[in-house]
């Protein structure tokens, strides 16, 4: 296991990188009938899940965070 460190700008990046990977080898997998491209791809496919359970905990944490700062009153 290994912990890398990202800027918010960087993990975007990344993220959108992946993501637009994997819904390219699932369109084509879906495109071709071919349960096999999934099969060849699994490795970024998890990659890809990791990244989407890491943006939805960080989104959650954020949400959280600015629910719970006061409500400036002007």
Known sequence: ???ITLTDDQFDTLFDYVDDKVTTIVDASVDYQDSEIL????DLIDVHTVLEETKDKYEQKLAKA???QPVAEW
């Open 1 to 3: 296991m290994k912990t």
């Open 39 to 42: 099969n060849e791809w699994e």
């Open 66 to 68: 600015q629910a719970s």
